[in-house]
């Protein structure tokens, strides 16, 4: 394993005991065996600790969507399944789904240009799948990158609640949530014309 490896899991290990609040060059260099200023070869400062944490995360999360989206599904329930896999992510992995959704990352990718010009894999999964709900008439003339959005705002506000201690139990919260995301899609879905 290479030192700046060595150095990833360390602050890794820190992130996920302590948070972004515990994460210090100078405890990531004392827990590789480093001097402060031999920790700066591999990670410039703090802040590339945290890019790298976040794009830790956000492959986490790319390998959890890419699972839940296998097969050839109807595309509706697939942006369905991935909000809900959105939901599991945060709550079976607390720390990858902070650091890849929370964190103040240099890297994170900024809305609307990076998902526009299509820079993030998991969020072109989900707008692939609206592109093909509204190609089949399944979805309203709306734009892909808008309902994902609108969608992703609500399961993220969602697990902000959560987090914040708003719901009383999990299962409360993942059946609440379960419902939101059902009606939040069904918004987006294109009407049944009238008789």
Same mark, same amino acid.
């Given at each position: 394993?290479?030192?700046?490896d ?9 992130f ?11 405890k990531?260099?004392a ?51 991935g909000?809900?896999? +959105?939901? *599991? #992510? =945060?709550?079976d ?7 890849? !959704?929370?964190? $103040? ?7 609307p240009?990076?998902f526009a ?19 089949k008439?399944?979805?309203a ?5 808008e ?11 969602l ?6 201690g ?5 299962a409360g +919260?993942? *059946? #609440? =949530?379960a419902?939101a995301?059902?009606r939040?899609?069904?918004? !987006?879905a294109t $009407?049944?014309?009238?008789?």
């Amino acid at each position: 394993m290479s030192t700046r490896d060595r150095v990833f899991d360390a602050a890794r290990a820190l992130f996920d005991a302590e948070g972004v609040e515990g994460l210090s060059m100078r405890k990531v260099a004392a827990a590789v065996g480093l001097t402060p200023m031999a920790l700066y070869r591999h990670f410039a400062d703090k802040d590339a600790l945290v890019d790298a944490l976040t794009e830790d995360g956000l492959a986490a999360w790319d390998r959890r969507l890419a699972a839940a989206l296998v097969g050839d599904a109807e595309p509706m329930w697939m942006v369905e399944t991935g909000l809900n896999a +959105f939901i *599991d #992510f =945060a709550l079976d992995e607390p720390r990858r789904f902070e650091a890849a !959704f929370i964190l $103040p990352a240099r890297s994170a990718r900024k809305f609307p240009e990076d998902f526009a010009q299509r820079r993030s894999a998991p969020v072109n999964r989900l707008l692939d799948a609206i592109e093909a709900a509204r190609g089949k008439g399944l979805a309203a003339d709306a734009s892909a990158l808008e309902v994902m959005m609108t969608v992703w705002g609500l399961g993220q506000g969602l697990i902000s609640l959560y987090r914040a201690g708003r719901f009383s139990s999990e299962a409360g +919260f993942r *059946d #609440f =949530a379960a419902r939101a995301i059902k009606r939040c899609l069904t918004s !987006f879905a294109t $009407p049944e014309p009238t008789p």
